[in-house]
C-alpha cells in the first residue's frame, strides 16, 4: 500500500506543473476529466512502443501480449467493482456509450404502457437515452423530483413504484451537485417492483469503494477518464443472466458467432457487445490506472477528498453574495454555486486568468438548472491531488473576481 502523500502524487502528475499565463495551474474540474498519473501515460506510451497489434484474432506475439495486456486489465476492473463474473464488463467508449446500450437494448424490451423512471438530477447522457427509448416503445418517463437540497425526493420516487416500472435509471453522485444518491436503498425498493436497475457511476466510481454485488444493481456505468485513466474508453458492467438475453447494440466482427449471407449467431460475453477493433491501448491504461489507485488506502483517500469539501463549503457558505446549489447531506467530489453579481461563464473566465480551472455552464443537466432555476453555475470538482491550499487559494481569487465583477 502506497502512503497517502499528496505532495508525492502530484509528483506523479507531469500537467500539474505547468503554468497557465504565469500562474501555477490549479485544476478543479474534476468531475469534467481527471488529469493522468505519468505510469497511465507510459502504460499507453508502452502498448504503442511494444505491442501495438489487434487482440484476439492474431497468429503472432504481439497480438498474444496485446491480448494478454487487453483481457488483464478487464480482469483489473471486474475486482476493482467486484463484479462476480469477468464476461460482465463491457468495454465501451465511455458511460454514455454504456448508457446507449442499456437503453436500446431495453427499448426492445419495454411495451406500451410500461414505466421507466429517470431522477431530475441526471445527466442528459442518462435522460436523453431514456425519453428515446420510452417514445420508441410507447413507454412513460416518470422523473423523481429533487429538492431544494439537492436531494432526491424518496417519498415520490417510492410512489412511483409500481408493477409497470420496468426499469429504474438515477446517477451514483451527480455530476452537477455532488449530491451522493443512496444507491443501496433506491436499488432495494426497485427490485421489490421487479424492476432492473441501471446506476449511472460516471462520478461514483472516481471516488472508489464501488461494490456491484453489494448494492444489487443490474448495470452499473463508467468512464475511464474520470478515474485517472484516458479518454475513450469506459465500462458497462451488467449482470450475466440479464445481458445474456440483452438485445446486440453494433454489429459486425468480433460480436458474431457464426456468419453466413442469410443470417448470424451472436458471441458470447463479453465479445457479443464489443464490435469491432477495441479501443485496446486506451482499455490497458484504464488498467495501470485503477492499479495505480488501488496502491492507495481507500479510506485515506476519501477522507482526503471530503476534507476539501468540508473545506469548500466552510468557505463557500461564509463568502459574500455566494449561493451553494444542492446543500445535500452527502456530497462528494463537487460543488456547484452561483454569485450575485455575474454570469458563471464571467467567473470561470475570470479565474482562468489567474490559472484556476472549474467547470461552468449547465453541466449537462439542464433540467437540474431548471430545477433551480439558474442558467448554469460554477463548479469546483476535487481528485485525489488537490489540496488545502488550493482551495484555500481558490477562494482568495474568487474575491478578486467578484471584486472585478461588482
Ligand atoms: N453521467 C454523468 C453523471 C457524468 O458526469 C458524465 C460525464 N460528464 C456522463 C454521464 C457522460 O460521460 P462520458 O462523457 O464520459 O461518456
Known sequence: MMKFDVAAIREQFPILKREVDGNPLVYLDNAASTQ?????????????????????RGAHRLADEATKEFESARDIIKQFINAPHREEVIWTSGTTESLNIIAHGMREKLQHGDEVIVTEMEHHANIVTWQQACRYAGASLKVVPVSEQGELDLNVFEALLSVKTKLVAFPHVSNALGTVNPVHWLTKKAKE???????????????????????????????????????????????????????????????????????????????????????????????????????????????????LMA?????????????????AKEKIGALSFVLDCGHPADVGFLLDRQGFAIRTGDHCAQPLMSRFNVPGTARVSFAIYNTLEEVDAFFDALKKVRMMLA
Not at 244 to 258: C, L
Not at 262 to 279: C, D, I, S, V
Not at 311 to 327: H, M, P
Request: net charge negative; charged share 15%; with cysteine.
Open 36 to 56: 493522468k498519473p505519468q505510469c497511465v501515460i507510459d502504460a499507453l506510451v508502452g502498448y504503442y512502443t511494444q505491442c501495438n497489434s489487434n487482440v484476439h
Open 193 to 307: 417492483v421487479g424492476a432492473l436497475v441501471s446506476i449511472d457511476g460516471a462520478q461514483g466510481i472516481a471516488h472508489g469503494g464501488v461494490d456491484v454485488q453489494d448494492i444489487g444493481c443490474d448495470f452499473y456505468s463508467f468512464s475511464g477518464h474520470k478515474i485517472y485513466a484516458p479518454m475513450g474508453v469506459g465500462v458497462m458492467w451488467g449482470k450475466k443472466d440479464v445481458l445474456e438475453t440483452w438485445p446486440v447494440w453494433q454489429t459486425g466482427g468480433e460480436m458474431i458467432s457464426t456468419v453466413t449471407l442469410e443470417k448470424a449467431t451472436w458471441n458470447t460475453l463479453p465479445y457479443r457487445f464489443e464490435a469491432g477493433t477495441p479501443n485496446v491501448g486506451d482499455a490497458i491504461a484504464f488498467g495501470a490506472a485503477i492499479k495505480w489507485f488501488c496502491e492507495f488506502d481507500l479510506q485515506e483517500v476519501q477522507a482526503h477528498e471530503q476534507q
Open 311 to 327: 473545506r469548500a463549503t466552510e468557505l463557500a457558505s461564509a463568502f459574500d453574495g455566494l449561493t451553494i446549489v444542492g446543500n
